[in-house]
């Protein structure tokens, strides 16, 4: 793992690589969790050797995922969704830390208003669907 303030740090590997004239599209394969899409510029894509089967990095800030307690039936903008369960909750003054489990095991930390999870009614146990955008995702690769 990286010493980042991102609580999200996925590990994975390239699976794909969609070249564009200003942004690139990359998509990570993470165990645990699935493809996480991001979006750098082809500048950063390059210069960063970003290829199918290279080694990278997805960090994702906790205040950039959002979460859905029913999504059935939804369609979201945002490419990269995920389905779990809730396996903790923190309240705090203001804010409310949730850590969703997704189904391979691998978790996903947001930090919402205390009065959003309330609104949701965000428990452990229960189940919930986190989003986050691509552009939304930063890109590392080992130095």
């Known amino acids: 793992m990286l010493k980042s303030s991102a609580r999200n740090q996925f ?42 089967g290279a080694s990278a990095v997805a960090l994702i800030k906790a205040s950039s995922v959002i979460l859905v307690a029913q999504d059935q039936g939804m369609r979201f903008s945002a490419r990269n969704h995920l389905q779990g369960r809730v396996a903790r909750v923190t309240p705090g003054a203001v804010n409310t830390e949730v850590v969703l489990e997704a189904a391979g095991g ?24 986190a989003l986050f955008k691509a552009s939304s995702v930063i890109v590392g690769v080992p130095a």
Not at 111 to 122: F, G, M, R, Y
């Open 11 to 52: 590990s994975g590997h390239i699976s794909r690589v969609v070249p564009g004239a200003v942004n690139d599209e990359i998509e990570i394969d993470v165990p645990g969790l699935g493809p996480v899409v991001a979006i750098v510029t082809h500048g950063s894509a390059s210069a960063m050797g970003l290829k199918e």
């Open 106 to 129: 691998a978790s996903v930390v947001a930090i919402v208003t205390n009065e959003s999870a309330q609104n949701l009614q965000l428990a452990e146990g229960k189940q919930a669907g």
